[in-house]
């Protein structure tokens, strides 16, 4: 009944960096790939990067180089390093599982990249 819980946007300049953090329930993170969703406004939400359960990584072509996904097992934590942010990286950025039926999502957490 826990909701995921995403933190550490903000607003930074082009070119600066950000990372984000989600904290999910155990039983999920421990058993299913992860991903970071974005969603900017009037847009739909999308899939930006993905780390399964035992680490293997796969990104959107739109961020591939400049972001990174990790997870921490032991804190249940799910990260996302954010390098090189663009104004096109502008977005409320989520956490869910990336496989399987998602649990309900989280408040997001902003990320404005701006002059």
Do not use: H
């Not at 903000?10 to 904290?23: E, F, I, N, T």
């Not at 990286?89 to 989280?106: L, Q």
Request: aromatic residues 10%; contains cysteine; positive net charge.
């Amino acid at each position: 009944q826990v909701q995921l819980v995403e933190s550490g946007g903000g607003l930074v300049q082009p070119g600066g960096s950000l990372r984000l953090s989600c904290a999910a329930p155990g039983n999920i993170f421990r058993f299913y790939a992860m991903g970071w969703y974005r969603q900017a406004s009037g847009k739909q939400r999308e899939l930006v990067a993905v780390i399964s359960k035992g680490g293997n990584t796969n990104y959107a072509d739109s961020v591939k180089g400049r972001f990174t996904i990790s997870r921490d097992n032991f804190k249940n934590t799910l990260y996302l390093q954010m390098n090189s942010l663009k104004p096109e990286d502008t977005a409320i950025y989520y956490c869910n599982v990336a496989e399987g039926v998602k649990t309900s999502w989280g408040q997001g957490t902003q990320v404005t990249v701006s002059s």
